[in-house]
């Protein structure tokens, strides 16, 4: 539609979304993003007063057979929807956005389970549950460093690239060493450092230098000889669990609720229950992130047990029905 006959009330809008100033890729990134914020909190605010019992809020999505409907299911539905008109579509300016922020809507919901979807046990008020929170911090800090302009494994992106075998060898040789750093920062447990260091190679670089974490595979593969190093990795792991992750376990008490349900490690089989525990929880099946006892901080890597180190069913009585809830037997230990 040529902006001369656009509705004025349509440019307004498009507008204050931001295409006249950001661009058309960034205002769209702007949408997912705020999608995104905006329905994780949305969310959160339900599960916690469908937890505390509150008479005139929701309650959960049930059948008359006693199917549970997950709030991930409805991310899933509104997902598919916005791919569909993405691709179907090639929507453009206003409609690119709020497309965009449909799609984040459902990522959103989606992720806010993401703790269920993996070890399909209602783990949404306990310690493992925890990773869900990570899930939706960790695509949230992706899209944003993508709106700031950033490039994974290259950095800053430039509107003008060099062109010629030597600026391409160049380029290559730049991604191979990011990488690398990367990778070494996973290795050293430092999972938050090595998702940043993607974008900013700097932090990587930094990173791998320091310390590996106790527990981590490069720990175990160099430590174990060395007892004075791991001495002293223990002794920075303790200090940041003193500082760094209690702050950000109070973060997450404060955004996401605080689990109040026991971890499945310490649960024996038994049928699932609503995600909102003793008061039920309106659509919120798992959805967690890993326990803030052991994570890093954006230095320091998710928490230790992103990989989860529970093998035992969830208990509770979330599901009410066989077939309207997922399995609730031993969990995988998969990493994520």
Not at 69 to 83: K, S, T
Not at 134 to 153: E, H, Q, S, T
Not at 162 to 178: D, H, K, M, Q, R
């Amino acid at each position: 539609m040529p902006s001369a006959v656009m509705p004025s009330a349509v440019r307004f809008a498009v507008d204050a979304l931001g295409q006249s100033l950001l661009g058309p890729e960034r205002a769209a990134l702007a949408g997912f993003i705020l999608g995104l914020l905006l329905t994780f909190i949305g969310i959160r605010v339900n599960t916690r007063l469908i937890r505390a019992n509150v008479s005139w809020w929701f309650h959960d999505i049930e059948s008359d057979d006693g199917v549970h409907v997950h709030h991930m299911v409805i991310g899933v539905v509104l997902m598919v929807i916005a791919g569909l008109l993405l691709i179907a579509l090639l929507p453009t300016g206003l409609w690119l956005q709020l497309t965009a922020m449909l799609f984040g809507a459902g990522v959103a919901l989606t992720l806010d389970e993401f703790a269920l979807i993996l070890r399909l046990q209602d783990v949404y008020w306990t310690k493992e549950g925890r990773l869900s929170v990570d899930a939706v911090i960790v695509v949230l800090c992706v899209a944003v460093f993508f709106f700031l302009g950033l490039r994974p494994l290259v950095g800053e992106a430039t509107d003008d690239p060099e062109t010629g075998a030597a600026a391409y060898a160049f380029l290559a040789a730049v991604i191979l060493s990011n990488f690398g750093f990367a990778v070494l920062c996973f290795l050293k447990g430092k999972l938050w450092t090595g998702l940043f260091g993607m974008f900013i190679p700097i932090v990587a670089e930094v990173g791998a230098i320091r310390l590996a974490r106790p527990g981590s595979p490069w720990a175990r593969w160099r430590y174990t000889t060395r007892p004075k190093r791991l001495a002293r990795a223990q002794r920075r792991e303790d200090r940041l669990a003193a500082s760094v992750r209690s702050w950000k376990s109070a973060f997450y008490d404060l955004i996401a609720g605080k689990p109040h349900l026991p971890s499945v490690a310490l649960q024996a089989p038994g049928p699932g229950s609503d995600e909102g525990g003793p008061a039920g929880g309106s659509s919120g099946g798992p959805a967690g992130s890993p326990s803030g006892d052991s994570s890093g901080g954006p230095a320091d890597g998710f928490s230790g047990d992103l990989s989860g180190d529970s093998a035992a069913a969830c208990s509770g009585d979330r599901s009410h029905d066989p077939a309207g809830g997922f399995s609730h037997g031993p969990a995988d230990d998969s990493p994520m």
